[in-house]
């Protein structure tokens, strides 16, 4: 069974720094790629960050957080991050990981139909 673990959310002024975590328990993430989404208050939809994707070590972003985030990997503990800096008001929301079967979800990297498996979330919340 495939799991998903999400941490490190939590309250912040604006320009500060979060980092969060996700780790992965009965997945192979080596092997496919792991996708960070975020869904703003009072939304239904959830928002794509980035991906990355570790067999080529290959990583995208959402223009609203290129130069912001980073998302990196850790083999050793099947865990992403997702580093955010400079963080902002429109920032606050739940934080999702979400990982896929095969590095395809890579064409559609910012769309919730490309992954299969999903984490509970974590709150970000962003404050002046």
């Known amino acids: 069974q495939v799991r998903l673990a999400e941490s490190g959310g939590g309250s912040v002024q604006i320009g500060g720094s979060l980092r969060l975590s996700c780790t992965a328990s009965g997945y192979t993430y080596s092997s496919a790629c792991m996708g960070w989404f975020r869904q703003f208050p009072g939304k239904n939809q959830r928002e794509g960050i980035g991906?990355?994707?570790?067999?080529?070590?290959?990583?995208f972003y959402t223009d609203s957080v290129k130069g912001r985030f980073t998302i990196s990997g850790d083999n050793a503990k099947s865990t992403v991050y997702l580093q955010m800096n400079n963080l902002q008001p429109e920032d606050t929301g739940i934080y999702y990981c979400?990982?896929?079967?095969?590095?395809?979800?890579?064409?559609?990297?910012?769309?919730?139909?490309?992954?299969?498996?999903w984490g509970r979330g974590t709150q970000v919340t962003v404050s002046g």
């Open positions: 979400s990982a896929s079967r095969s590095t395809s979800s890579i064409y559609g990297r910012y769309d919730t139909r490309s992954y299969d498996y």
């Open positions: 991906i990355i994707c570790l067999d080529a070590d290959r990583t």
